[in-house]
């Protein structure tokens, strides 16, 4: 009979042995493999911030959004869709002017905050790449209002913005170009609706930078 209960005990510690052996090396497992996961995006992390422009700020596109509802207000409701080219070029220079001075301001903040560099060779690669396709199109508009095309300005405006984004992609977030290929399909869906240059316009510049930046903030702002 002891022997029995002997036995009996014996397995039974066994039992426990191997739950208990293998509780431990499953936790070390999956311990190790967080600390895995962890090292490989801190990596990951420090590869973007020296290969990628990472300063852009979700808040800048809201912004440049809110600028762009504000300025089609102005012309739309102020001067009741009737605002002479002197009027609409001054509306169209302010909201340029905020929106650049806002993303100066946002990304210098940006950089102080996350300890990364903002002016070096990548920042300067960066605006050029995005302001290249930018000069391109403004002469391309001048030569339109020369010439009195003012029909597809705004369609040449999307157009050339579109690119813009989608060359800047490659040194920033990749998903910047989703953002100029939705501004491509717009400017070309333009091209094709005669006199309502205004409501594309306010859609692009100012529905989509606004969605993209809210989507922007959620995803890579909000948790840090």
């Known amino acids: 009979m002891y022997f029995c209960v002997l036995c009996i005990f014996s397995v039974i510690s066994f039992v426990l042995s191997l739950f208990l052996f293998y509780f431990v090396a499953q936790s070390t497992f999956y311990m190790d493999?967080?600390?895995?996961?962890?090292?490989?995006?801190?990596?990951?992390?420090?590869?973007?911030?020296s290969?990628?422009?990472v300063s852009l700020s979700g808040i800048t596109a809201v912004m440049a959004g809110v600028y762009s509802f504000v300025g089609a207000y102005v012309?739309?409701?102020?001067?009741?869709?009737?605002?002479?080219?002197a009027e609409m070029v001054v509306v169209a220079s302010l909201i340029l002017m905020a929106s650049v001075i806002t993303a100066c301001v946002l990304s210098v903040y940006k950089a102080k905050k996350t300890g990364t560099k903002l002016f070096s060779r990548l920042t300067y690669r960066t605006a050029w790449n995005f302001s290249l396709p930018l000069l391109v199109g403004?002469?391309?508009?001048?030569?339109?209002?020369?010439?009195?095309?003012?029909?597809?300005?705004?369609?040449?405006?999307?157009?050339f913005y579109g690119l813009s984004?989608?060359?800047?992609?490659?040194?920033?977030?990749?998903?910047?170009?989703?953002?100029?290929?939705?501004?491509?399909?717009?400017?070309?869906?333009?091209?094709f609706?005669?006199?309502?240059?205004?409501?594309?316009?306010?859609?692009?510049?100012?529905?989509?930078?606004?969605l993209y930046g809210i989507l922007f903030y959620l995803q890579y702002e909000r948790s840090r």
Do not use: P, Q
């Open 33 to 49: 493999k967080n600390k895995a996961l962890e090292s490989v995006n801190e990596i990951k992390e420090l590869m973007e911030k």
């Open 51 to 53: 290969s990628k422009f």
């Open 75 to 85: 012309v739309g409701r102020v001067f009741n869709s009737e605002a002479s080219l």
């Open 138 to 159: 403004g002469l391309f508009c001048i030569a339109l209002l020369l010439h009195g095309n003012y029909g597809v300005i705004s369609s040449v405006m999307l157009l």
């Open 165 to 191: 984004l989608v060359n800047v992609s490659k040194f920033t977030y990749s998903n910047v170009a989703w953002l100029g290929y939705a501004f491509l399909v717009l400017g070309v869906i333009d091209c």
């Open 193 to 210: 609706f005669e006199g309502h240059a205004l409501m594309f316009w306010t859609i692009g510049f100012g529905g989509f930078h606004l």
